[in-house]
């Protein structure tokens, strides 16, 4: 999984409640990203990030917050946790960005959260 | 990570045939592909990609064919194995990367 961790791996957790979700890369990429991945959906961006500090919405991004401190963590948060965010949440990484050489993104191993 | 994908294409095929798995994107404008393998429980694994320039670009046991004409990829296995039993996707880059929900390959022995 090109250097990339995720935890937690498994979560189960109420509606209402807050939930973060940690993703550390020891490749020291520039851009990392946060999916979710639903039955019958490609990947879906939530966020991504730029550079430590600098992130961006991407195509479903309402109820999640994201964090760059480090190079190396990124931080997705759900602010109060809805059944719908029920999925399996990915973390990529990659070189570059759009455009870029080495755009190819690698995945983590996912963490499947549960919203009862 | 399992795309459960109760709804995805299948194709099975036999141990030692060739696989070929297609997709069809969506923008004419994008300018680089990529093809993914996703294991059950695993996260997705690049395999290969193509930029918009190039018809075809070949890995281990892998071929990517890109026709920008009818805005359609494919990914050749050859000798498929057991092994290579996953989902496969591709993704799409315009703005950012675009993923297709993906196609189950069943390989039986």
């Known amino acids: 999984d090109a250097g990339i961790t995720q935890s937690p791996r498994h979560k189960v957790t109420e509606t209402g409640t807050p939930v973060t979700l940690r993703c550390h890369q020891t490749?020291?990429?520039?851009?990392m990203y946060w999916y979710r991945q639903d039955p019958g959906h490609g990947l879906r961006l939530i966020h991504y990030s730029y550079g430590v500090k600098d992130t961006d919405k991407g195509e479903v991004s309402d109820g999640y917050s994201v964090s760059r401190s480090k190079t190396e963590d990124f931080l997705l948060t759900l602010e109060s946790a809805t059944s719908s965010q029920t999925s399996v949440y990915f973390c990529a990484i990659s070189e570059s960005g759009p455009g870029g050489f080495s755009y190819e993104q690698y995945f983590g191993p996912g963490t499947r959260l549960t919203v009862t | 990570g399992e795309n459960v994908g109760l709804h995805l294409p299948t194709l099975s095929v036999q141990e030692g045939d060739n696989s070929i798995i297609n997709c069809a994107y969506s923008n004419s404008a994008s300018d680089y592909f990529i093809w993914y393998k996703q294991e059950s429980g695993k996260g997705p694994q690049f395999i290969i990609d193509?930029?918009?320039?190039?018809d075809k670009r070949q890995g281990q046991r892998v071929t990517v064919l890109l026709n920008k004409t009818v805005k359609h990829l494919s990914l050749q296995i050859a000798a498929t194995q057991p092994g290579d039993s996953a989902v496969y996707f591709c993704?799409?880059?315009?703005?950012?990367?675009?993923f297709g929900a993906g196609t189950r390959l069943t390989v039986k022995p």
């Open positions: 490749e020291n990429h520039r851009y």
């Open positions: 193509i930029r918009s320039n190039m």
């Open positions: 993704a799409e880059n315009f703005d950012d990367m675009r």
